[in-house]
């Protein structure tokens, strides 16, 4: 049984009210750093060794040390709680069940960079969530969680919640900025980094859900306790958001010391595949990571077995290179038709382009076009190569990471099941008859 830092309180019944979460330890990690400075706070985050859960895995306790402190100009905290990528699932998992863990969360993290303003920017589709943190918020507020002078510290914070309107490119947190200012969620060119000119021009942290909850086991436990969990550079625990063709979908913590075998076929975790089928292929981080076949995912180049791990999973063992991502470990099962899948994606992509550049605003719809053209039997051996040579002009020619994440899973597709799309092109009549089901993510 693994380690439950985010999740052990996850089975409380009621955990969702103030009180409920107060009688079982809620809002001590609060007090406890609210009697520390600020400084001290973000060292046991950098001891920690905690990284970015939102995709990019980039050291929080770095993040918050580069936020510049110009005089007399505001800070502000803002969570990306825009979790849009498919696959992914488990911010929501976090702020459904244990809203008040990520509030807590927030107002750490919050005093800690001398923010008094706080935004969640919440994806729209997550209707009924709002209404959740809201209530969460005020509760808080009325035990002194948050508010004015909180616990007699003079530190004053609001957290507001926005919602967004659906569009996946404003979980890129410069398009999630423009999108809070009132814009279009159009991304910025970086550097400035938001640490140095966010939100209205300020120094803003743009942290992940699941990071900011996580800083609150670490207060309880120590940052040197929290890094202890786990391998190398990948410490603590990991939500992973798991679904395709797995027995027991859902959202699991891992502590980052399993392998990805026993996360995919123990009972505690996946169960294995439905109906004794074999393992086809995974995207183990969300649908921006490339996919990775069978034999890639369970052993590294060297016949070890691949752990749950930033670095394992984004071992140069894998010719093309996936990520932990954010999480979403989508699994394949050998009756998936890859190209169709590649086109699904490829699909989401085109249409959550801002369009800001050309490779991508061109690439994604052109890329869609000629894998349907591939899947539904109308393709040619040269489209092929077509979709490669594509792809291979959008990855790193753009300014916002969309497209390389339309980019990427083009390219590991053709490189690791480039039999597939021969077949198609090779078998017309059979690829416009063929009706492969869809993993679901
Ligand atoms: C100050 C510097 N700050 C870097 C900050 C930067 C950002 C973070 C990471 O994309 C990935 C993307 C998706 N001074 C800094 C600095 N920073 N250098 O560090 O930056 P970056 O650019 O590496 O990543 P990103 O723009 O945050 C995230 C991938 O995640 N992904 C997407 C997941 C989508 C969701 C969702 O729907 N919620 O999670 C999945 O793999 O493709 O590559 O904060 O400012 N010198
Ligand atoms: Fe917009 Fe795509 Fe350019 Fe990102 S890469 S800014 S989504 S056009």
């Known amino acids: 049984m ?35 400075a600020p400084a001290d706070i973000i060292e046991e985050v950098k001891k920690s060794g905690l990284r970015g859960r939102g995709g990019a895995g980039f050291p929080t306790g770095l993040k918050w040390s580069f936020l510049a402190k110009p005089e007399g100009v505001p800070r502000y905290l803002v969570c ?25 969360g927030l107002a750490i993290s919050s ?30 507020r009325n035990a002194g969680f948050l508010g004015k002078n909180i ?27 423009e999108s809070l200012e009132g814009k279009r969620g159009n991304p910025r060119i970086k550097p400035p980094f938001p640490a140095v000119k966010g939100l209205w021009g300020c120094p803003t942290v743009v942290n992940n859900v699941e990071t900011l909850a ?57 169960g294995g595949i439905p109906n004794g089928k074999r393992l086809k292929a995974c995207i183990p981080g969300g649908s921006s990571v490339p996919i990775v076949p069978a034999n890639l995912l369970l052993k590294t180049a060297k016949g070890e077995k691949r752990m749950m791990t930033y670095e394992s999973l984004a071992d140069g063992g894998f010719q093309t290179g996936t990520m932990m991502g954010s999480g979403g470990f989508i699994v394949l ?54 979709l490669w040579d594509i792809q291979s002009k959008i990855e790193g020619n753009t300014i916002c990471p969309l497209g390389d994440a339309a980019a990427w899973p083009v390219a590991a597709a053709i490189r690791h099941f480039r039999d597939e799309f021969e077949w198609h092109v090779l078998n017309p009549e059979e690829s416009q008859k063929r009706n492969f089901g869809l993993a679901h993510y």
């Open 2 to 36: 693994g380690r439950k830092l985010l999740l052990e309180k996850a089975g409380i019944e009621n955990i969702r009210q103030y009180d409920v979460y107060r009688q079982n330890g809620g809002y001590s990690a609060q007090e406890k750093a609210y009697k520390m």
């Open 80 to 104: 990306n709680a825009d979790e849009s990528e498919p696959g992914t699932f488990k911010d929501r998992y976090l702020m459904e069940f244990l809203p008040h863990l990520f509030i807590e």
């Open 111 to 140: 005093y800690a960079l001398g923010a008094n303003t706080c935004y969640i920017y919440i994806r729209g589709e997550y209707a009924w969530i709002p209404d959740i943190l809201e209530q969460a918020i005020a509760e808080a």
């Open 151 to 177: 616990l007699g510290t003079g530190f004053d914070l609001e957290i507001y919640v926005q919602r967004g309107a659906g569009a996946y490119i404003c979980g890129e947190e410069t398009a999630l900025l």
């Open 214 to 270: 996580a800083v609150v086991p670490i207060i309880n436990i120590g940052g040197e306790e929290y890094a202890k969990i786990g391998i190398g550079k990948s410490t603590g625990t990991k939500l992973i958001s798991a679904c395709g063709n797995i027995n027991k979908p859902g959202v699991y913590e891992i502590d980052m010391t399993i392998s990805v075998e026993e996360f995919l076929y123990s009972d505690e975790y996946c």
């Open 333 to 386: 099962d050998e009756d998936q038709c890859v190209v169709r899948h590649t086109l699904t994606l490829a699909r989401f992509y085109r249409h959550e382009s801002c369009g800001q550049c050309s490779p991508c605003r061109e690439g994604t719809g052109w890329m869609e076009k000629i894998l349907q053209n591939i899947e539904y039997g109308k393709g040619k051996m040269s489209d092929i190569d077509l």
